[in-house]
């Protein structure tokens, strides 16, 4: 049987990919000690996708998907199960009303949502719509700036399609998938960005208008301004706990 040979010299850790029953979108990988007891492995996990302890259940598959092992002692060591590099670790939830279940943590159309009409939120005085009124009536001179063609050109020129980015604030990478013009969104210059992770509001449709394509809920549209091009690689979710 063939393996992925993925140790440092001197590790005996081993490199197994994560996947849930539940959450069809959660997928890592991520380093475990074969010391490290059924119990911590299930510690380690829960914190990263919602299914506790008492509730989770695991599996254990080989490189070719076969179900080698059932992960039923807490108190067994992994390396009990006798895991390889390349193999995955399957999540289980056994809890029925465990938050995993029923799409709610993937599927935001199930999340009720508030509504208010035009002629009511036109009344609010706390409203941001209010806010942004007073501001371009305080700073015509930077109102006028926003509304030429040409806003943000200049820092577009060292932005390219397929550059991988950061993007402020909250340091979120990913790539660029669109520079130029966005009429729906306003006048001047936009940076269309697919993340890494599902932190974006859509996939690159914007009002109607394709400008990419990416998975569902990883594209942005932003300003060139809070895009930083260069050598960001995507994060390892798990590498604050590998071993």
């Given at each position: 049987m063939a393996t992925s040979r993925l140790q440092l010299e001197g590790d005996d850790s081993v490199h197994l990919h994560?996947?849930?029953?539940?959450?069809?979108?959660?997928?890592?990988?991520?380093?475990?000690?074969?010391?490290m007891s059924v119990e911590a492995v299930k510690e380690k996990l829960w914190k990263k996708c919602g299914t506790s302890v008492n509730s989770m259940a695991l599996e254990l598959y080989d490189d070719t998907g076969s179900?080698?092992?059932?992960?039923?002692?807490?108190?067994?060591?992994?390396?009990?199960?006798?895991?390889?590099?390349?193999?995955?670790?399957?999540?289980?939830?056994?809890?029925?009303?465990?938050?995993?279940?029923?799409?709610?943590?993937?599927?935001?159309?199930?999340?009720?949502?508030?509504?208010?009409?035009e002629e009511d939120y036109a009344k609010r005085t706390d409203s941001f719509r209010k806010f942004k009124e007073k501001r371009v009536s305080q700073?015509?001179?930077?109102?006028?700036?926003?509304?030429?063609?040409n806003y943000m050109e200049d820092l577009c020129a060292n932005i390219k399609v397929g550059d991988r980015c950061q993007v402020e604030p909250g340091e979120k990478r990913g790539m660029v998938k669109y520079v130029g013009r966005a009429e729906s969104l306003g006048p001047g210059y936009w940076v269309g960005i697919q993340y890494d992770e599902p932190l974006?509001?859509?996939?690159?449709?914007?009002?109607?208008?394709?400008?990419?394509?990416?998975?569902?809920?990883?594209?942005?549209?932003v300003r060139p301004d809070k895009v930083k091009v260069g050598d960001y690689p995507e994060r390892d979710p798990f590498e604050e706990d590998e071993i």
């Open positions: 994560i996947t849930h029953a539940n959450l069809k979108s959660f997928s890592a990988d991520v380093r475990f000690s074969p010391q179900k080698v092992a059932v992960l039923s002692d807490n108190s067994r060591p992994l390396g009990f199960f006798s895991p390889f590099d390349g193999f995955r670790l399957h999540i289980i939830d056994l809890d029925p009303s465990s938050v995993t279940t029923g799409g709610w943590l993937e599927d935001t159309s199930l999340v009720e949502k508030y509504n208010i009409s700073i015509p001179a930077a109102a006028e700036a926003k509304t030429k063609e974006g509001k859509h996939d690159g449709m914007v009002k109607g208008t394709r400008f990419f394509e990416c998975p569902p809920l990883q594209g942005g549209m």
